[in-house]
């Protein structure tokens, strides 16, 4: 078992209710989709697993360590191997994509080393290895904000590789793209979940999630509402989470 | 439509305005009354004076005068000195001594107090000024005359020998002339050359004030701002001390920094510096921590999920994103720092200021006029500079 979640609950300062006591275990290999309306928490349950968000009670155990007790640089040390991919990328623009690129790598690098930019042999193949492996070994020395959407996400996915993570976890990654665009990108983290790297993505269009998932959650309200096999996740079942106004998973 | 009738009708009397009560009216009156109540008082504390504005005393007039003829040329000042004696009584056996130069006889060139002598010039400089000056034995000095040679260099100036002091009435005296003239190329005057080094000091002092602002501003901006600290408690009680001592050090000028560091490090430009550069810190301090607040926090993110620290994320993901602001406050400050830096001089802290304070003192304007006409041009000349840097980077 690579990630166990216990308990998991969130209450924002503001007092909003974005997780409540979920709990699902992840295997190595597994493709899950974080299934759920806009609002129903996925951001919010992705984010507290590599603490990006403070959960407010509950766990997160990797590997058998238990990340929610981790501290600074034990916390740091544990991060390097989730990946992790967003919605709107969360490049910096300004910087070259090669740039972006090896900054997946900073949790494996001294502080005085990476401020002076001196990154080894190795990483510095690493990152050209992956770049390649995103078809954008050509745009390496490129500004990241010429790249079009599609491209700047794959740039995202360099990033994330560039840890050697045992988890990758993908918040919207096709939302903020065109629909055709988004086969591409899912195909990538296909690619790389069958490669061992276990994935966990968040996705609000039921279809896609059936195309590419091993496993379906479906989050509402902060509650974690199914979890099975996606041929299981039927109309019907589809009905009972969201109500009978929720769209049909075949759109 | 009735209603409608009513308001139109409403609208044309204005009943309510019409009618004030008296209590509105006292209430405006002694708004009023307060209103010309702070200004008499303001103009009379500020001793506004139109009468004083009209009528300038005549002094201005040189001034203005002075201010379009700075002291900034000059030539080289030559002289040329010629020492012929003249002996009290006549004495022919007696040796003359300390005699210099050519082109100059006394007739005669012996005699008593009171005789008639006629010092001539013949193959001198021509068309140049002099003076006369008769000496006695012990070195004391009269002047006799100015003049000017005539276009053959010649002169002629007939007197009778000046009274002397009781007990040098005797022995050898002598007639001292002295041409002087300018020549040569044109050069800076004195006044120009010191303007000049004061001047570069001015330029030095507003860099190295700048220089050391940014240094240590960068590292406060990031101390003093919320998305970089607000993540932990003690964080936060850092950004609020950070910036509590921004605002202070903000609310100070200065000029008053820079009259506290002459008492510290007494009076010269270090003063100024350490002036400069704190109000820079400052000013830069709060400009800086604002542009990090406003940056993009999708990076931030991202580089700290990988794993990173804080240092790192900050070179990583915020640096790149606030690098564009900082050179625009930067290239802002800069142009504040060369006008701060050429009037900081004025209580002491170095620079073109402490010329100008000084021969304004001794009412020498020509020399106070240079030191103006620089601190313009070279104000001017940076503003332009800086705009053009502004354009090349950002
Ligand atoms: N930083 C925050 N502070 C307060 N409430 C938040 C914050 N982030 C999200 N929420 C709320 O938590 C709930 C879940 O949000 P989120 O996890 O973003 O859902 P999803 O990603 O499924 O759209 C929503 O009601 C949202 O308004
Ligand atoms: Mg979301």
């Known amino acids: 078992m690579l990630l166990e979640v216990k308990n998991l609950t969130k209450v924002y300062e503001d007092g909003t209710k974005a997780l409540t006591n979920v709990s699902f275990t992840l295997d190595e290999g597994e493709f899950v989709v974080l299934l759920g309306l806009s609002g129903s928490g996925k951001s919010t349950l992705l984010r507290c697993i590599n603490r990006l968000v403070e959960p407010t009670s509950g766990q997160v155990i990797l590997n058998g360590k238990d990340l929610t007790a981790a501290g ?18 969360n490049l910096v623009r300004r910087s070259s994509v090669l740039r972006n690129t090896l900054s997946g790598r900073l949790g494996y690098n001294s502080t005085l080393r990476s401020i002076l930019g001196i990154w080894s042999q190795a990483d510095q193949q690493r990152a050209f290895q992956n770049l390649e492996r995103v078809g954008l070994l050509n745009k390496a020395f490129n500004r990241a904000d010429e790249l079009s959407g599609g491209q700047q996400q794959r740039v995202g996915i360099a990033r994330a590789l560039m840890q050697e993570p045992r988890l990758v976890l993908a918040d919207e990654p096709v939302a903020s793209l065109d629909p055709v665009l988004s086969h591409s990108i899912l195909k990538y983290l296909e690619d790389l979940n069958k490669e061992g790297i276990a994935v966990l993505c968040s996705l609000h269009i039921p279809s896609l999630a059936r195309r590419y998932a091993t496993r379906v959650l479906a989050l509402n309200n902060g509650y974690l509402m199914f979890d099975g096999k996606p041929e299981e996740l039927d109309n019907a079942k589809f009905k009972e989470i969201y109500g009978q106004d929720a769209e049909s998973l075949e759109e | 439509m009735a209603k409608d009738k009513d308001t139109d009708k ?7 305005r019409l009618d004030r009560t008296p209590l509105q009216i006292s209430v405006n009156l002694i708004l009023i009354a307060l209103f010309l109540l702070t200004y008499t008082y303001g103009w009379r504390v500020t001793e506004i004076d139109i009468s004083k504005l009209l009528s300038p005393p005549d002094g201005l007039k040189g001034l203005v005068s002075d201010l379009f003829h700075p002291d900034i040329i000059s030539r080289d000042a030559k002289t040329y000195r010629v020492y012929r004696t003249y002996l009290i009584p006549c004495d022919p056996t007696r040796e003359r001594a300390g005699e210099v130069g050519e082109g100059v006889t006394l007739s005669p060139d012996c005699g008593n107090i009171g005789d008639i002598v006629t010092i001539a010039g013949e193959g001198l400089r021509p068309n140049t000024d002099g003076t006369i000056a008769w000496r006695t034995q012990q070195g004391g000095t009269k002047i006799l005359a100015q003049f000017k040679t005539d276009e053959n260099g010649s002169f002629s100036f007939t007197t009778r020998v000046p009274e002397a002091p009781p007990g040098q009435t005797k022995g050898q005296h002598g007639a001292e002339v002295i ?31 700048t220089t050391l602002g940014v240094v240590l501003a960068v590292p406060v901006s990031f101390l003093a701002a919320r998305n970089v600290m607000g993540t932990t408690r003690v964080g936060m009680i850092i950004y609020f001390l950070v910036r509590l001592f921004l605002n202070i050090l903000r609310s100070v000028e200065t000029l008053i920094w820079a009259l506290i560091f002459i008492v510290w490090v007494g009076i010269g430009p270090f003063a100024g510096v350490l002036a400069l550069t704190l109000h820079s810190i400052a000013a830069l301090g709060k400009l800086y921590s604002e542009a990090v607040e406003s940056i993009d926090p999708g990076p931030v993110e991202a580089v700290q999920a990988t794993g990173a620290n804080r240092i790192q994320t900050v070179v990583y993901a915020i640096l790149p994103q606030v690098l564009p602001p900082f050179l625009a406050f930067t290239i802002y400050r800069w142009d504040i720092n060369v006008r701060m830096s050429t009037v900081i001089g004025l209580v002491g802290g170095g620079g073109i200021g402490f010329l100008l304070i000084q021969w304004i003192n001794l009412i020498q304007y020509r020399q106070a006029a240079t030191a103006v006409w620089a601190i313009v041009i070279v104000v001017a000349a940076m503003d332009y500079f800086s705009a053009w840097i502004r354009e090349k980077l950002i």
């Open chain 1, 72 to 89: 600074g640089a034990e916390l740091r040390y544990m991060r390097r191997d989730i990946g992790m991919v967003f919605q709107h990328f």
């Open chain 2, 10 to 16: 409403k609208r044309v009397l204005k009943p309510e």
């Open chain 2, 179 to 209: 041409l002087h003239w300018e020549e040569g190329s044109l050069q800076l005057s004195e006044t120009a050359r010191q303007v000049l080094d004061k001047m570069l000091e001015t330029i030095f002092l507003a860099l190295m004030a």
